[in-house]
């Protein structure tokens, strides 16, 4: 008897095929990020006992300013070398903000900064499967549906030098505030400092270019498999539920602007938190689901700066080990960013994500955030192994 999950894996590569063909890139707020989330909530709503369509503002450029910014005050800076020593001291406060608005919106995805930047308006899709009988627990399955901005710095000729890329700059941002601030307070600049910020100057200029910010990826596995997977698995389980959900209500979500610095579950949690607070819940968020050979489950999120549920990491892992499944655990330190399993977390409720996706940090070839993030690049196992792992986890449960 064949099974029915890699038909539906197959169903799945097809639909995100279709949809980032006619889409293509779905950057938070865009009108392709528009559409899919119309599409999917349709779908949600076609088998679901109930599902909205959650819209709020976003300000997504917030996430990835800073990579401009920083390296446009570093030449200012250089600059103020030759200029009156009262600006070196408002120069380097500037660079200080710039390091700071880096931490809170990239190292702990906070969203303190997002008002000085212009928002545009997404959508969160989601729908509620009631079980058979009487609500005892609740499961969240989720994916995001918007996809990230390109980032250069992962598919051009220098990408295995990733690391030096990223903090080196930061090393001539900080070197460039003690200057400034040495000047600020009666210090002379010497040659030799001065030569040494003329020498940042390529690993600066680097940074500025390493996110394009106006171009989007088309996001397949990254992460459009798993909503679509998502709901349609939650489809399998409104067709089969007395046998699969005798007491459980199912959440189907699909998070916008994830890529916008995990603002879409943030909005969804702030909105619903009252839904999950009356019964048990567990959130099983997927992401990047591209091989099953490097199926993950994260233990800490958001830089290593968030824990997500230690005991059921090891439910799950245990899970995929009777299905058949090494699901390795990991936890992510900085910059590796972060998941929406977070915000989940943050609001109180028990969460994991799994990933599908090498975890190092420098890799022979890139296909996350880049242009290689086509449908073709998913290997169909991961997306069974995902929808096999949630029906084994109810079934054991």
């Known amino acids: 008897m064949p099974d029915p999950f890699d038909a539906m894996a197959d169903e799945c590569r097809k639909t995100v095929d279709r949809m980032v063909r006619e889409g293509g890139s779905r950057m938070a707020g865009s009108e392709a990020d528009k559409k899919a989330a119309r599409e999917l909530f349709a779908e949600m709503g076609s088998f679901c006992d109930r599902s909205g369509l959650d819209r709020f503002a976003v300000h997504p450029d917030v996430f990835f300013a800073y990579t401009k910014l ?3 005050l570093y030449l200012f800076g250089i600059a103020c070398l030759f200029a009156s020593p009262l600006v070196s001291f408002p120069m380097a406060l500037l ?4 390091v700071t608005m880096m931490l809170s919106v990239f190292g702990f995805y906070r969203h303190k900064f ?5 928002s545009v308006e997404c959508g ?6 009631e079980p058979s009988g009487l609500a005892k627990r609740q499961l969240i399955i989720s994916g995001h549906h918007d996809s990230a901005c390109v980032a250069r710095i992962l598919q051009g000729p220098l990408h295995n030098l990733i690391g030096p890329l990223l903090f080196l700059p930061y090393a001539f941002f900080a070197a460039e505030i003690v200057i400034l601030l ?3 307070f009666g210090s002379a600049t010497s040659p030799v400092a001065f030569w040494a910020l003329i020498a940042g100057l390529p690993a600066v200029i680097n940074y500025f270019f390493a996110f394009d910010l106006r171009t989007g990826v088309p996001g397949a596995g990254d992460n459009l498999v798993s909503s679509v997977m998502a709901i349609r698995l939650g489809r399998y389980l409104a067709e089969h539920r007395p046998e699969l959900l005798p007491d459980t209500r199912v959440y189907i979500v699909s998070f916008d602007a994830e890529e916008a610095g995990l603002r879409g579950s943030a909005e969804f949690f702030r909105a619903h938190g009252e839904e999950f607070r009356g019964l048990p819940t567990v959130h099983l968020n997927f992401d990047s689901l591209y091989s099953p050979r490097q199926f993950h489950c994260i233990l800490k999120d958001i830089n290593g700066s968030v824990a997500l549920d230690p005991k059921l990491a090891k439910a799950i892992m245990e899970t995929g080990r009777e299905i058949g499944l090494d699901i390795k655990p990991f936890s992510m330190s900085f910059p590796y960013g972060g998941t929406d399993a977070a915000e989940s977390a943050r609001a109180g409720i028990s969460s994991v994500s799994i990933v599908g996706m090498p975890t190092d940090i420098v890799q022979k070839e890139y296909v996350y955030h880049t242009m290689r993030d086509l449908a073709s690049a998913i290997e169909p196992g991961v997306v069974s192994g995902s929808m096999r792992l949630v029906h084994h986890y109810l079934e054991s449960r």
């Open 182 to 184: 040495a000047r600020a």
């Open 95 to 98: 660079l200080v903000l710039g």
């Open 114 to 118: 997002d008002r000085f930047f212009p």
């Open 70 to 72: 920083l390296p446009l």
């Open 124 to 129: 969160n899709a989601w729908g509620v499967i």
